[in-house]
């Protein structure tokens, strides 16, 4: 277990950048990187608040209807999905064709040690995405119930051990979905589409809307979300018994299915290392070349299919910041074919509220806000340009036109999913057309001054170093700031919105117009300044 933790240890610290850190000599960019790195702790940190606040909403309204026992099923369904999501992009990156593959394959250790520690560094990331769900829903649980003291460690065991099972089977998927694909045409596209298609195919049959509908709004509710929290995640049963009724029998079986899971993917993956590499980073020749007219364009639009294709070319990346608006998309597709059933729960909800239709217009505008918000591309596009940056800080073009193709792209898939939130939720709920304006104006506004802003944040925080993907688009320093200002820009004037309803309209309104003037003065100054920073990384 030496070579595995010495493996672990120096995956962790490249992924980090903390050997950097330790290592520079230049005092004010070791303290510059630190910085970031302390930052980002500290985002990771400002998110249970938030979460813990949505788990203690849904656990008062569970506590009121007497379904408190079922929330351990609840956020241990919610953590595993999450989960399982995130693990299918481990396969390509992570567990199998990671960049530093020949350097890690010339080492004196064997190849269950190497799948070993490469699982363990998967584990770590979709352990931390689990806690962040489970510790702020396992505290609200404990305010509600108040159980006794055996409580607290069989719910860190079982925290600890609920991630396993989940990422060996969202890795088997990712890593099967890879080899399927690899020697097809547009083999990324066809795992990117795979990936989605998994994804929704999950939430599809696990968050049936059906079951809910068939036994009214209340009616049988106890009963559908057991059968709901079983039908996501089998374990349930097991993990309520041993978190809800303390018993540690259960306890012991599901560590112990957990340890064999984590067993047998070493095993699997250690036997089958250099096959499965091999598989994902060989490719065919297809056809033959053959010239063709060539197509001249300006400087900012050849940067712009540039960084378009960039951008698709990464699974990981794509995955990452465009499942968001695929999700709003299907939702407003969910919404028009059964709008009428949820108008309905919603009038009831609003007439239980005292609230009227103009309080859930404003809704939907921070709504669409933050889905455009968390889909931005900008937060790591220039840190995606690793050793590659050379590239374009000697092209022959202002760099306004780099950074702004970079926002082009972000623009390009949130500025759609805009509207069409904002004219498919009009047209589903009968909205007025200043209604409509509204919500539209407010994912516009918010989708421009995210991409502005991602850009800002990753030019004074970026890493060119990395050796996978996926410490940049989802473990960097930038990423981690961006969505945290960006949730801060969504939560701080929505919280005035609706406790001020009176002035509801002029906080809504001042969002927009503050979002566009952000939007303004960060595109002013790549205009004045575009070319420093980019020659300056």
């Not at 591309?377 to 340009?385: G, N």
């Not at 004219?423 to 991409?451: C, F, I, K, N, Q």
């Not at 961006?482 to 002035?503: C, D, K, Q, R, W």
Request: charged share 10%.
């Amino acid at each position: 277990m030496k070579n595995v933790w010495l493996l672990l240890r120096v995956q962790l610290s490249a992924l980090l950048g903390l050997n950097k850190i330790l290592h520079l000599k230049d005092k004010k960019e070791r303290r510059s990187k630190l910085t970031a790195k302390i930052a980002l702790f500290f985002c990771m940190l400002l998110l249970i608040p938030a979460l813990g606040l949505y788990a203690y909403v849904m656990g008062e309204g569970m506590n009121a209807m007497g379904q408190i026992a079922l929330f351990p099923a609840v956020m241990l369904a919610a953590g595993c999905m999450m989960t399982l999501i995130s693990s299918v992009s481990l396969a390509n990156g992570t567990l199998f064709a990671f960049r530093d593959y020949d350097l890690i394959m010339s080492l004196p250790v064997r190849n269950w040690e190497i799948a070993l520690s490469r699982i363990l560094l998967g584990y770590i990331w979709s352990a931390g995405l689990d806690l962040l769900i489970m510790i702020p829903c396992g505290a609200v649980y404990a305010w509600f119930v108040r159980p006794q003291w055996a409580f607290y460690p069989i719910f860190v065991l079982t925290m600890l051990a609920a991630p396993v099972l989940p990422m060996m089977i969202g890795a088997l998927a990712g890593t099967i979905l890879a080899r399927l694909t690899a020697n097809m045409r547009g083999s990324k596209y066809l795992q990117m589409l795979g990936s989605m298609a998994l994804a929704l195919g999950i939430m599809a049959v696990s968050w049936s809307m059906d079951s809910l509908m068939d036994s009214g709004l209340f009616g049988g509710f106890g009963v559908m979300l057991s059968n709901l929290m079983n039908r996501i995640y089998p374990l349930t049963g097991m993990y309520v018994s041993a978190v809800r009724d303390l018993n540690w029998l259960s306890t012991l079986v599901f560590i112990l299915i957990s340890a064999a899971a984590l067993a047998v993917m070493t095993w699997f993956c250690g036997r089958f290392l250099r096959q499965i590499n091999t598989a994902l980073t060989t490719s065919r020749a297809r056809g033959k070349f053959s010239m063709k007219k060539l197509r001249a364009s300006s400087a900012l639009a050849a940067l712009y299919k540039k960084e378009l294709r960039r951008y698709v070319s990464s699974p990981i990346w794509l995955m990452n910041t465009a499942f968001g608006l695929v999700l709003a998309l299907v939702g407003v597709g969910v919404l028009a074919f059964k709008g009428r059933a949820m108008i309905d729960i919603a009038l009831i909800a609003l007439e239980i509220s005292g609230l009227d239709f103009g309080m859930v217009v404003f809704a939907l505008g921070y709504i669409g806000a933050f889905i455009v918000n968390t889909s931005c591309t900008t937060a790591c596009s220039i840190s995606m340009e690793g050793k590659h940056l050379w590239l374009i800080q000697s092209l022959p073009v202002s760099g306004f036109d780099v950074l702004l193709s970079k926002m082009l792209v972000s623009l390009t898939l949130t500025i759609p999913t805009s509207l069409v939130i904002g004219v498919g939720a009009g047209l589903t709920l009968r909205m007025s057309g200043m209604e409509m304006t509204a919500v539209t104006a407010m994912a516009l506004s918010y989708s421009v001054m995210s991409a502005a802003l991602g850009l800002i944040v990753n030019l004074k925080s970026h890493s060119f170093d990395w050796t996978t993907e996926a410490a940049v688009v989802k473990q960097s320093a930038a990423v981690g700031i961006t969505m945290l200002i960006n949730m801060l820009l969504v939560i701080g004037p929505a919280i005035p919105t609706f406790m001020f309803s009176e002035y509801a309209a002029s906080f809504y309104w001042g969002a927009v117009a503050l979002m566009a003037v952000i939007s303004a003065a960060l595109i002013a100054l790549f205009y004045v300044k575009g070319d420093k920073m980019i020659h300056s990384l």
